[in-house]
């Protein structure tokens, strides 16, 4: 008996080993990345998969995340899987789930993309992986952080460093130069009002909370309050009502002269988009500057569309990448979010014939090559210049939209 028990204690010995050793992996790919240590992060990486919660609604954005997958298994044996959403706030919701459950490891979100009120959720319940470590990604150092400020600060919300910017977006609104003349375009939101009353059933906007309605009545609410830096704090019940209110009487206005008379409205921006196409309305609008040529590009919108903005500014802010704090694959995640931010994917990004998302990269930053690949890209005869775009309107704090959203369902969609 003690003879056997000798023999086999080196056995056990290395079973007992082996089995810590696969316990501390396990750990440490479900929790403990350190992003500042970046060859154990692409060691740590290969093999993992990761799930990217992102919206799903556009083709030409589905196939620039499955070009971003092929090049990531190519390089970094990284298994990029889009989770296709209709909504952002339904990842949210699953890592809100996970939480209440405490599946503090092996989440089922591994990145999603996300701004406005998801990124201040997420942050304000902790469910974001540790502060800082955007700015520890090896190409975090062409990003032009001095010089956008909504690249630190996501809708009045301080970012720091727990989600990598991906893109720039702006309110520009796009026209059928064969129908409509430039010399009739609105320069703000008082004035398209008159041109939908002198043109009824022509614009509409989508039903919020899609984001690019719900972008339509943060531009005129930010254009009718009294005083437009109230909206820059979180919302005071005691004055929400009076201060909506000028946006609301907008509203009531517009819907009568509106397609459909206001008692439908375009489910999300490519339906808006197909109404344009189709002739169904004259002016319709986007959050990237270069829509309107990718849609010309792939044959979506026809040849004489161009794109306009309001003089006084439209709305502006980036959109980022987030580690939710329970994601399974960490490593992956970062590796992903870096590939993202690097000279060669934003410029692929912001082509119009791929997608024309503005960079959130500084060209003084980059090297001639990298210069070179933006240089070269066609922005397209309906992008307008850089100079062209107008100011840039301030994001709401996101508690405004949240309670806006509210009421517009209530006075329009139940009818009080």
């Given at each position: 008996m003690r003879k056997t028990r000798r023999k086999d204690e080196p056995l056990l010995k290395r079973i007992v080993a082996a089995t810590l050793v696969l316990l501390w992996a396990c750990t440490a790919r479900?929790?403990?990345?350190?992003?500042?240590?970046?060859?154990?992060v692409l060691a740590d990486a290969r093999g993992e998969t990761v799930y990217l919660n992102a919206w799903g609604g556009a083709e030409n954005v589905n196939a620039y995340i499955e070009w971003a997958s092929r090049e990531l298994k190519r390089r970094f044996d990284v298994t990029l899987v889009h989770v296709k959403l209709e909504d952002t706030a339904n990842a949210v919701a699953t890592v809100v789930a996970e939480k209440a459950a405490g599946r503090d490891t092996g989440g089922r979100v591994d990145l999603v993309w996300i701004n406005g009120e998801n990124f201040a959720a997420m942050k304000a319940r902790g469910l974001l992986f540790s502060p800082g470590w955007a700015g520890m990604l090896p190409n975090w150092r062409y990003v032009d952080h001095e010089n956008k400020p909504t690249i630190t600060?996501?809708?009045?919300?301080?970012?720091?460093?727990?989600?990598?910017?991906?893109?720039m977006?702006?309110?520009?609104?796009?026209?059928?130069?064969?129908?409509?003349?430039?010399?009739?375009?609105?320069?703000?939101?008082?004035?398209?009002?008159?041109?939908?009353?002198?043109?009824?059933?022509?614009?509409?906007?989508?039903?919020?909370?899609?984001?690019?309605?719900?972008?339509?009545?943060?531009q005129v609410l930010i254009e009718k309050v009294e005083d437009p830096s109230v909206l820059q704090q979180p919302v005071d019940e005691a004055t929400f009502q009076e201060i909506v209110a000028p946006l609301f009487a907008y509203l009531d206005a517009l819907h009568p002269v509106a397609w459909r008379g206001?008692?439908?409205?375009?489910?999300?921006?490519?339906?808006?988009?197909?109404?344009?196409?189709d002739g169904a309305l004259d002016i319709i609008f986007a959050f990237n500057p270069a829509e309107a040529s990718s849609a010309i590009a792939d044959g979506?919108?026809?040849?004489?569309?161009?794109?306009?903005?309001?003089?006084?500014?439209?709305?502006?802010?980036?959109?980022?990448?987030?580690?939710?704090?329970?994601?399974?694959?960490?490593a992956g995640a970062l590796v992903t979010a870096n590939f993202l931010l690097s000279p060669e994917a934003q410029a692929r990004k912001q082509d119009p014939a791929v997608w024309g998302d503005p960079t959130v990269l500084s060209m003084d930053k980059l090297g001639q090559e990298d210069r070179a690949r933006f240089e070269a890209l066609d922005l397209g005869l309906a992008t307008l210049a850089p100079e062209a775009l107008g100011p840039a309107l301030n994001e709401?704090?996101?508690?405004?939209?949240?309670?806006?959203?509210?009421?517009?369902?209530?006075r329009y969609l139940a009818g009080n």
């Amino acid at each position: 008996m003690r003879k056997t028990r000798r023999k086999d204690e080196p056995l056990l010995k290395r079973i007992v080993a082996a089995t810590l050793v696969l316990l501390w992996a396990c750990t440490a790919r479900a929790g403990t990345v350190d992003p500042a240590d970046w060859q154990a992060v692409l060691a740590d990486a290969r093999g993992e998969t990761v799930y990217l919660n992102a919206w799903g609604g556009a083709e030409n954005v589905n196939a620039y995340i499955e070009w971003a997958s092929r090049e990531l298994k190519r390089r970094f044996d990284v298994t990029l899987v889009h989770v296709k959403l209709e909504d952002t706030a339904n990842a949210v919701a699953t890592v809100v789930a996970e939480k209440a459950a405490g599946r503090d490891t092996g989440g089922r979100v591994d990145l999603v993309w996300i701004n406005g009120e998801n990124f201040a959720a997420m942050k304000a319940r902790g469910l974001l992986f540790s502060p800082g470590w955007a700015g520890m990604l090896p190409n975090w150092r062409y990003v032009d952080h001095e010089n956008k400020p909504t690249i630190t600060t996501d809708f009045t919300v301080p970012v720091e460093g727990m989600a990598s910017p991906w893109g720039m977006a702006k309110l520009v609104f796009f026209y059928d130069s064969a129908r409509t003349e430039e010399e009739a375009l609105p320069e703000n939101a008082d004035e398209l009002l008159a041109w939908a009353e002198a043109n009824p059933g022509r614009f509409s906007y989508p039903q919020p909370p899609d984001f690019i309605g719900s972008s339509f009545l943060k531009q005129v609410l930010i254009e009718k309050v009294e005083d437009p830096s109230v909206l820059q704090q979180p919302v005071d019940e005691a004055t929400f009502q009076e201060i909506v209110a000028p946006l609301f009487a907008y509203l009531d206005a517009l819907h009568p002269v509106a397609w459909r008379g206001g008692r439908a409205f375009p489910q999300n921006y490519p339906a808006m988009k197909q109404l344009l196409a189709d002739g169904a309305l004259d002016i319709i609008f986007a959050f990237n500057p270069a829509e309107a040529s990718s849609a010309i590009a792939d044959g979506a919108l026809p040849d004489t569309v161009r794109s306009f903005t309001f003089p006084g500014g439209t709305l502006a802010n980036t959109h980022f990448l987030a580690i939710p704090y329970n994601a399974s694959a960490k490593a992956g995640a970062l590796v992903t979010a870096n590939f993202l931010l690097s000279p060669e994917a934003q410029a692929r990004k912001q082509d119009p014939a791929v997608w024309g998302d503005p960079t959130v990269l500084s060209m003084d930053k980059l090297g001639q090559e990298d210069r070179a690949r933006f240089e070269a890209l066609d922005l397209g005869l309906a992008t307008l210049a850089p100079e062209a775009l107008g100011p840039a309107l301030n994001e709401p704090h996101p508690s405004w939209m949240e309670r806006i959203e509210e009421k517009w369902k209530r006075r329009y969609l139940a009818g009080n």
